[in-house]
């Protein structure tokens, strides 16, 4: 195989170069090809999104990036391609709640460190281009590579056959493959920052404002490489870089020998682009950035594994510590939590476990029968006094998991009860219960003609009423439909109680079912108008559910909840300071295309007409809204 590629390497340069002037390919021996590539499709996780990839010893290959085993994939799909901040937002862990780690994505390193460890196959030449690689991104950067004793997650430099790499940290061992050709100090940073998080340049959301992508000249296999990331994937860490040492060059899986990629300004030289020799100062400063802290040193850090941790009343949460420190500390550490709530959760019920490397469990148990809210503080402490905190908020649900379907949210079907209203955003596992138009439906999934609970499918892939067993969604192996369980009552008139389920920990966009205009106030301040607008997203409202079950909603920007006046029909929903008035209470009742938001007030429901500015009011027969979780930051440069 290596044999193999080299030879590619050198006809691939011969075709490539004739009549063009290009980037020498030899600087970017990654983006090798075979001679016939084995190609395969499959869906992005939690999108329609469809990449065809190429097939590499069963690995499944984008370009040089690894997206996974190829036989895995074709189970279930490519996993996300964006890579996350270790430390999650929130981490539910109550049973009323589908699981949250519906589809395992890549992370960065958490406290700047990547543990690894070096293959004993590995020549010299190799051993010293992986070492200049790490340079380049030390020397510039708060980022570590630190030996692997036993650290539960590392990467393994290998040489495999080429030169590729996860994105992200994957968990557990993971291979930086620096094969025969790539022994390069650029290659290994390239390969390096795939693993620290980094997508490659040209994918950016943004890129057509500087390249031009010409399809007609790319390789039919290779169409995926030149795949353009959602604006929702990604978080942009500073502007376009041509000289980015992530970039593509402009021959790169070319089918004719003319370019696949050039400047749109035509002044700019495409030599620039692809190049490898080191990190250019946009890749220096968006990897500060993304990792931030002082050039060349080692401090006293920790980390939780989230920042908003819920379960249930009488059961124990779970959180992972990373620590990060010289080794003289980690051997004399001194660990101790303090909660603010001592009715909820006593200090002893904090429990920091043995190390795992530089990882320790983290238990916290509440007070037999109490729920609440506490604020947990965590210390980790040296010998010479030095003491770092993180800090977690904890919230304990009060009689979570009586007579609940596992992860569904609702009562079991028949019983008179909603299930968790339906949502696009949210994915979903077999034995789940939702409402949606006034029906309840619970969810069945098979893999290979098994009934399975641990495959989750994005709800916009299957939904309710229209993915049946004679219409099915299917995946690879997998088979998914919803099945019609009960009559949920239906109305606008969310009664004494309302018994719709929502998860309070995220945020949430608020749009009309029709055309996905985003309800919107006129201004960031008390009296203003509720609107309907095209905002793209921008404007974030959060869930507080109070002791009925109803729902205040609060813009995040301004810690001020809709309020409907006094419940009049025809009355213009205002933002107002938040309070306990049932002006400012609504439930979320499925309907067929989303959900009708029922004031408690005036038992009327929100309306608007679906033009841009018009003002939500209420009305006996509301709009349909569509309730989307807003998506996590997803950084990537």
């Given at each position: 195989?290596?044999?193999?590629?080299?030879?590619?390497?050198?006809?691939?340069?011969?075709?490539?170069?004739?009549?063009?002037a290009?980037?020498?390919?030899?600087?970017?021996?990654?983006?090798?090809?075979?001679?016939?590539?084995v190609?395969?499709?499959?869906?992005v996780?939690?999108?329609?999104?469809?990449?065809?990839?190429?097939?590499?010893?069963?690995r499944?290959?984008?370009?040089?990036?690894?997206?996974?085993?190829?036989?895995?994939?074709?189970?279930?799909?490519?996993?996300?391609?964006?890579?996350?901040?270790?430390?999650?937002?929130?981490?539910?862990?109550?049973?009323?709640?589908?699981?949250?780690?519906?589809?395992?994505?890549?992370?960065?390193?958490?406290?700047?460190?990547?543990y690894?460890?070096?293959?004993?196959?590995?020549?010299?030449?190799?051993?010293?281009?992986?070492?200049?690689?790490?340079?380049?991104?030390?020397?510039?950067?708060?980022?570590?590579?630190?030996?692997?004793?036993?650290?539960?997650?590392?990467?393994?430099?290998?040489?495999?056959?080429?030169?590729?790499?996860?994105?992200g940290?994957?968990?557990?061992?993971?291979?930086?493959?620096?094969?025969?050709?790539?022994?390069?100090?650029?290659?290994?940073?390239?390969?390096?920052?795939?693993?620290?998080g980094?997508?490659?340049?040209?994918?950016?959301?943004?890129?057509?404002?500087?390249?031009?992508?010409?399809?007609?000249?790319?390789?039919?296999?290779?169409?995926?490489?030149?795949?353009?990331?959602?604006?929702?994937?990604?978080?942009?860490?500073?502007?376009?870089?041509?000289?980015?040492?992530?970039?593509?060059?402009?021959?790169?899986?070319?089918?004719?020998?003319?370019?696949?990629?050039?400047?749109?300004?035509?002044?700019?030289?495409?030599?620039?682009?692809?190049?490898?020799?080191?990190?250019?100062?946009l890749?220096?400063?968006?990897?500060?950035?993304?990792?931030?802290?002082?050039?060349?040193?080692?401090?006293?850090?920790?980390?939780?594994?989230?920042?908003?941790?819920?379960?249930?009343?009488?059961?124990?949460?779970?959180?992972?510590?990373?620590?990060?420190?010289?080794?003289?500390?980690?051997?004399?550490?001194?660990?101790?939590?303090?909660?603010?709530?001592?009715?909820?959760?006593?200090?002893?019920?904090?429990?920091?476990?043995?190390?795992?490397?530089?990882?320790?469990?983290?238990?916290?148990?509440?007070?037999?029968?109490?729920?609440?809210?506490?604020?947990?503080?965590l210390?980790?402490?040296?010998?010479?006094?030095?003491?770092?905190?993180?800090?977690?908020?904890?919230?304990?649900?009060?009689?979570?998991?009586?007579?609940?379907?596992?992860?569904?949210?609702?009562?079991?079907?028949?019983?008179?009860?909603?299930?968790k209203?339906?949502?696009?955003?949210?994915?979903?596992?077999?034995?789940?219960?939702?409402?949606?138009?006034?029906?309840?439906?619970?969810?069945?999934?098979?893999?290979?003609?098994?009934?399975?609970?641990?495959?989750?499918?994005?709800?916009?892939?299957?939904?309710?009423?229209?993915?049946?067993?004679?219409?099915?969604?299917?995946?690879?192996?997998?088979?998914?439909?919803?099945?019609?369980?009960?009559?949920?009552?239906?109305?606008?008139t969310?009664?004494a109680?309302?018994?719709?389920?929502?998860?309070?920990?995220?945020?949430?966009?608020?749009?009309?079912?029709?055309?996905?205009?985003?309800?919107v106030?006129?201004?960031?301040?008390?009296?203003?108008?509720?609107?309907?607008?095209?905002?793209?997203?921008?404007?974030?409202?959060?869930?507080?559910?109070?002791?009925?079950?109803?729902?205040?909603?609060?813009?995040?920007?301004?810690?001020?909840?809709?309020?409907?006046?006094?419940?009049?029909?025809?009355?213009?929903?205002?933002?107002?300071?938040?309070?306990?008035?049932?002006?400012?209470?609504?439930?979320?009742?499925?309907?067929?295309?989303?959900?009708?938001?029922?004031?408690?007030?005036?038992?009327?429901?929100?309306?608007?007409?679906?033009?841009?500015?018009?003002?939500?009011?209420?009305?006996?027969?509301?709009?349909?809204?569509?309730?989307?979780?807003?998506?996590?930051?997803?950084?990537?440069?």
């Amino acid at each position: 195989m290596k044999f193999e590629l080299k030879l590619m390497a050198g006809a691939v340069a011969a075709a490539l170069l004739a009549g063009q002037a290009f980037a020498d390919p030899v600087d970017n021996p990654e983006l090798t090809q075979a001679r016939r590539p084995v190609t395969a499709s499959a869906m992005v996780q939690g999108t329609d999104q469809v990449l065809t990839y190429e097939v590499v010893d069963d690995r499944a290959m984008l370009g040089d990036i690894v997206l996974g085993k190829h036989k895995d994939i074709q189970a279930r799909g490519i996993p996300p391609l964006f890579v996350e901040n270790w430390t999650r937002k929130s981490a539910n862990q109550s049973a009323l709640v589908a699981m949250d780690n519906v589809y395992k994505t890549a992370t960065r390193w958490p406290n700047n460190t990547l543990y690894y460890t070096l293959d004993p196959l590995l020549t010299q030449k190799k051993l010293d281009a992986i070492a200049a690689g790490m340079k380049l991104i030390t020397d510039s950067t708060a980022i570590r590579f630190v030996k692997r004793t036993n650290e539960p997650n590392y990467v393994k430099y290998t040489s495999s056959g080429g030169c590729w790499s996860y994105a992200g940290m994957v968990g557990g061992e993971q291979t930086i493959s620096i094969g025969d050709g790539c022994e390069k100090s650029g290659v290994a940073a390239h390969e390096s920052m795939h693993a620290l998080g980094w997508m490659h340049e040209h994918m950016r959301p943004d890129r057509d404002t500087y390249v031009k992508v010409n399809t007609d000249n790319i390789s039919s296999s290779m169409q995926s490489q030149f795949t353009k990331m959602r604006q929702d994937q990604v978080v942009l860490n500073g502007p376009y870089d041509l000289d980015s040492v992530m970039h593509y060059p402009s021959w790169a899986f070319s089918a004719n020998g003319k370019p696949t990629i050039e400047p749109v300004d035509p002044a700019v030289d495409p030599k620039r682009m692809g190049q490898r020799t080191q990190l250019s100062p946009l890749d220096i400063a968006a990897l500060r950035a993304t990792y931030p802290g002082e050039v060349g040193t080692v401090e006293l850090k920790i980390a939780l594994s989230a920042k908003e941790l819920t379960f249930d009343q009488d059961k124990s949460g779970k959180l992972t510590m990373d620590v990060s420190a010289p080794a003289g500390d980690l051997a004399s550490l001194k660990f101790s939590a303090q909660s603010d709530n001592t009715a909820l959760i006593a200090n002893s019920g904090l429990v920091v476990g043995a190390a795992v490397g530089n990882q320790r469990p983290v238990t916290v148990t509440p007070v037999a029968g109490a729920s609440g809210v506490a604020n947990i503080v965590l210390h980790a402490t040296n010998s010479a006094g030095k003491d770092v905190t993180a800090a977690v908020k904890v919230t304990v649900l009060k009689g979570a998991g009586g007579g609940t379907t596992p992860g569904g949210g609702g009562t079991t079907p028949g019983g008179g009860t909603s299930g968790k209203p339906f949502e696009l955003t949210v994915k979903y596992r077999g034995g789940d219960v939702v409402s949606l138009g006034g029906k309840n439906y619970t969810f069945k999934v098979f893999f290979n003609g098994v009934a399975v609970t641990n495959y989750f499918i994005n709800g916009k892939s299957c939904v309710p009423g229209t993915c049946t067993e004679q219409k099915p969604f299917i995946w690879g192996g997998v088979k998914s439909y919803w099945v019609e369980s009960g009559n949920t009552g239906g109305g606008t008139t969310p009664g004494a109680k309302c018994d719709v389920v929502l998860d309070t920990t995220r945020d949430y966009l608020i749009a009309t079912a029709g055309q996905q205009k985003s309800l919107v106030p006129a201004a960031d301040m008390a009296g203003a108008p509720g609107l309907v607008w095209p905002d793209g997203g921008a404007q974030v409202w959060n869930l507080q559910r109070n002791a009925d079950g109803f729902y205040a909603i609060v813009s995040k920007a301004s810690r001020l909840a809709l309020d409907t006046q006094g419940g009049n029909a025809g009355a213009q929903v205002v933002l107002a300071a938040a309070t306990a008035a049932q002006s400012q209470q609504f439930c979320a009742k499925a309907s067929a295309t989303g959900y009708q938001l029922a004031t408690r007030a005036g038992s009327l429901a929100l309306n608007a007409a679906d033009a841009d500015g018009a003002a939500v009011s209420q009305a006996a027969s509301g709009s349909n809204w569509m309730l989307s979780a807003k998506p996590g930051i997803k950084p990537v440069k």
